[in-house]
């Protein structure tokens, strides 16, 4: 271990040292690159003999040729037009061979779990853009001995689910079960705990060898990385995490916006540290921060990924968040900063026009960096007031921090009210503090971040519910649904069946309590 961190210590000092590299292609020219190789790896394939992915690059504008003969794809769509033949064990179906590893992704989606194809090239590219993270930190003031610690990781399990012809689990789980030898000296919790499936068990034995680790990095989802630090706080009667890890520096987030959690969690800490924000889906990844002082996210654009914009409007989008018919599409030198996009990918795993659920809006069209907004179909806007998950997580922060409570999951959905409209909101909070005056606290900040909730408030969008309930019922909830742990996200709007089940559990939970 010490010779690998001196080894990685060396490289980050040799880049420090370094003068910046000027870029030698525009983002454009990086996509094509990449728009090139997949279509040609691909050619061969049964989608590529199909859509003709040889006349498509010898056309005169190759990338035009791809977004006129190609359809956009939902999981829905590509799944039963082409994914459930490699599922089946066909190969050459969407990327060269067969598929090996599918994640299982619900996301914040009604549906039942997704099957997401994960070819051996697409976890190539994952290892060489954590790689690529990791150089970058070349960028932050750390301390000379820190890549020598240990690399907390909590994700799903590695003991996947073996079918035979292939194996799925959580993209974490499957993503650590492909470690390279060289970091699994640093990995914890190590390859034992990491095989536990329940995820109850696993975060008691990590809380048991919590006193025997060294810890300078932790990799997770926030409420899961939160819920292990409360627990060994409490095994080990600390102030606070780092009387046990004093070399904690970094956490490395992804997966849900971290905003909510941020006031709880710094409850948990004796000494700040550093934020490092990922977008690890499970179709790629395609985001990292790579540099201090900012929050947003460089796309990666030169590792099997090739990304298609399109305006997250009304003129492209219905009320339900569903993709009108010939919208309008742009490439990277197209978009603009500020506008928020969906966002389409074609990927080394087989993943074509892919509409990969998120929107994302352009901080830095030179840099290339973005952050992420909400989902395609988790806003609420009933009457025009446009509420974006952005929106709602700046003022859940907000409200966090005026009022110095921790709110670290939230919900909402529309109701009918008054022959009008209202705003139902369910948040998870265990400290002592008013509903009317957290309900009064986002309602105000909503009206201040967006001008046409401000506007509806006064019109169609008559009153604004909420109720506070323990975090546990959140947490039971997600458990409650098979999705407890690894990658899952709660979902931050609600509708139809998934707010059919939410509805009666919290009702269920209330007569629980008054028994």
């Not at 941020?262 to 550093?274: D, Q, R, S, T, V």
Request: aromatic share 12%; with cysteine.
């Amino acid at each position: 271990m010490p010779l690998i961190g001196s080894i990685l210590s060396r490289v980050i000092e040799l880049r420090k040292s370094l003068p910046a590299v000027p870029v030698r292609k525009n983002p454009y020219r990086t996509q094509k690159s990449s728009f090139n190789k997949l279509l040609k790896k691909a050619s061969h394939t049964a989608f590529g003999r199909f859509y003709n992915f040889e006349r498509i690059l010898a056309s005169a504008n190759p990338m035009r040729e791809f977004q006129k003969n190609v359809p956009i794809h939902d999981y829905n769509k590509i799944y039963k037009e082409w994914w459930h033949r490699a599922l089946e064990h066909e190969d050459n179906v969407c990327w060269p061979g067969v598929i090996k590893y599918f994640a299982l992704s619900s996301g914040t989606s009604e549906a039942s779990s997704k099957h997401i194809p994960v070819s051996n090239a697409m976890l190539r590219s994952i290892k060489r853009t954590s790689v690529m993270q990791m150089l970058s930190l070349a960028k932050y003031e750390l301390p000379d001995d820190l890549l020598h610690k240990g690399y907390l990781m909590i994700g799903g399990s590695t003991d996947l689910n073996n079918h035979g012809s292939y194996f799925e689990g959580d993209l974490s789980g499957i993503t650590t079960s492909n470690i390279p030898i060289w970091f699994q000296s640093f990995y914890k919790p190590g390859r034992e705990i990491a095989h536990e499936k329940d995820w109850n068990v696993k975060l008691e034995k990590i809380v048991d060898n919590a006193k025997d680790w060294d810890i300078g990095f932790i990799l997770g989802v926030p409420a899961w990385i939160q819920i292990v630090m409360e627990r060994v706080i409490e095994r080990y009667k600390l102030k606070n995490i780092h009387d046990i890890w004093p070399n904690l520096s970094i956490f490395v987030h992804g997966g849900v916006s971290f905003e909510p959690y941020k006031n709880g969690f710094e409850k948990l800490l004796g000494k700040p540290l550093i934020y490092i924000e990922t977008y690890l889906a499970s179709e790629g990844f395609l985001a990292y921060q790579n540099r201090p002082d900012t929050n947003a996210m460089k796309l990666v654009l030169n590792n099997g990924i090739f990304f298609e914009f399109i305006p997250f409007t009304e003129e492209n989008f219905t009320a339900e968040g569903n993709l009108v018919d010939d919208p309008k599409v742009m490439l990277i030198d197209e978009i603009q900063e500020g506008k928020d996009y969906a966002i389409l990918i074609s990927t080394n795993a087989g993943a074509w026009r892919y509409l990969i659920g998120d929107t994302i809006k352009f901080t830095s069209k030179s840099k290339c960096e973005i952050v992420i907004t909400g989902r395609t179909k988790h806003f609420l806007s009933l009457c025009g007031e446009h509420l974006s998950v952005e929106n709602m997580n700046t003022a859940i922060k907000q409200t966090s921090e005026e009022l110095n409570i921790a709110i670290p999951e939230y919900t909402v959905y529309g109701v009918e009210h008054d022959n009008l409209f209202a705003h139902q909101w369910y948040v998870a909070c265990d400290d002592h503090v008013d509903t009317s005056i957290i309900r009064d606290a986002i309602d105000l900040k909503l009206k201040v971040i967006n001008d046409d909730y401000k506007t509806e408030r006064n019109h169609a969008l008559k009153d604004v519910f909420l109720e506070v309930l323990p975090i546990k019922v959140f947490n039971d909830w997600m458990d409650h649904r098979g999705k407890s742990g690894g990658q899952h996200k709660f979902p931050r709007v609600m509708k139809g069946v998934q707010l059919e089940d939410w509805k009666g559990f919290v009702e269920k939970n209330k007569m629980l309590v008054k028994k």
